[in-house]
């Protein structure tokens, strides 16, 4: 008996998923009239499966070393919670938890035990071992979603979701319970037919003659479901421009809508609804993300709490932004905090000459980079940033030129292909591959907005490529290195990306990666120290250099929250 999905195919559908709305993105934007006619539903599903097919990728990255293959219970994981990590907007947020509800089931121990990889190589007990779990996975995710939003209304995406479960269930009980295929194209069609139903069940989608644009979006991903499963993509839907535009950012009120101060997520709010978008993730538990739910439903409308586990995505349109961050911060910790204004089109402002998009590892450095004049993205530990978010932040700097800084060797693709997209937009993007944030500083150091852009190129580019740089890391386990075999608990100095000393204290280890570093020459040592790391191994350091290069100065920051201990820029 075949397993329902294995790790190939949940990547294949990641892909699959992303191609589809990066191609019908824009139609989806057009028809986003509910429950804020802001025209970004599209976008925002993009981003969040963006981000959900990135985790995916990490997965099979991490097995490329060994013998072992990622199990389909690795995968469908990594695919909820990057969309969770991800997910934007409305729609994003609910199908974060439509995936989420997926994994959870797909994911989950066979009856009668089972390896969740079906016999590979690297597969651990429990998770989908055999039989095809499509049509509970697909009503796990719907009854999920419903959960997560406080207000549910039909002829949305949860709409959309629901028949799409309906759907898979009665072909499962026609005799199609083993059959991946028939499975997947009656769900298909069940969420093809409640789509076009939509416009019937909400007044403000049948008065612009559209579909709903968040359940357009969730038919996209399930026909690439489809499409990885049975190798044949779906007839494509038919396009159906709005009839008319809204006049304001928010739609009128349905006719069995609530009253606005009640909109649910998924529905309408009047002309004079909310004026803020409020989005971020996270890190609570449960007890606390009761009492926020209730705090934020009495807040505002279209309230969406997603996740689990102690982590979670909250999505919230208010009047009163700060008292929606506040009530995050007194329920855990909030971060990747998002606000946007509804407001009515305005003429935007000028832009400026030139700016600098810097991706950051810590707090620390994106206040430092900030007072420096450069727009930020934070890059949290096992948390990239996707390229729709380096976009972002290019359209946020609002600039005519733009240098993007995206101190990470991995994310060199990826700031291209934002990069790509900028330069689409009309905006003229300078890519420094700059490898760490020291090397970042360093061109930002030098970066004058008012001389020639190609000239200022030029010299940031030369600061970074004259600064090298090291970080000092902690092993999790026994491996061979350049250095030879570390154990875990050891403290490895890596410097230009390759592991050059193995020591067992924090402050020798950066003694003799500096005195590596500094035989080559050198004017400017910075260290960059990270949250928990005392004061006192900076004054040991700074003494050290001192000590041994008399002309050699030393400058501090306190980076925050970031993946290494300590990281060391040699100029």
Known sequence: MPQTLDAAEVRNWCSLALEALGREREEIDAINVYPVADGDTGTNLYLTVESAAQAVEAVFAAHETGTSEPGPADAVRAMAHGALLGARGNSGT????????????LAAPAPGGGTRDGGKGGGEKGGDGGGNRLAPALRRAAALAREAVAHPVEGTILSVASAAADAAERAAADGAADDRAATVRAAYAGARAALDATPDQLAVLGRAGVVDAGGRGLLAVLGALAQSLTGVAPAAYPVRPRRYEEPAAHAAPAAHAPSASAAPAGSCAVEDGPAFEVIYLLEADDTAVARLRKRLDRLGDSLVVVGGDGLWNVHV???????????????GRPYRIRISHFGAAEEPPERIQRA??????????????????????????????????????IRRAHAREVVLLP?????????????EQARTEGVRVALIPTRAAVQGLAALAVHQPDRRFDEDVVAMTTAAGATRYAELAV????????????????VLGLIDGDVAVIGADLAATAEAVLSRMLAAGGELVTL??????????????ERYVRDGHLAVDTVVYRGGRQSAPLLVGVE
């Open 94 to 105: 609910i199908l974060a938890q439509l995936l989420r509800g997926m994994a959870e089931v």
């Open 317 to 331: 349109h208010v009047d009163d932004a700060g008292a929606a961050v506040e009530a995050g911060v007194e329920a």
């Open 356 to 393: 600098v998009v810097a991706v950051v590892p810590g707090e620390g450095l994106a206040g430092l980079c900030a007072e420096a004049g450069a727009t930020t993205v934070l890059a949290r530990p096992g948390e990239p940033p996707a390229s729709g978010e380096l976009v972002e932040a």
């Open 407 to 419: 101190n990470d060797s991995e994310l060199r693709h990826t700031a291209a292909a934002a990069a």
């Open 475 to 490: 092993a999790e386990r026994q491996s061979w290195t350049m250095a030879g075999i570390c154990q875990a608990g050891d």
């Open 528 to 541: 960059v120290l990270g949250e928990d790391v005392p004061g006192t191994l900076a004054d040991r350091l």
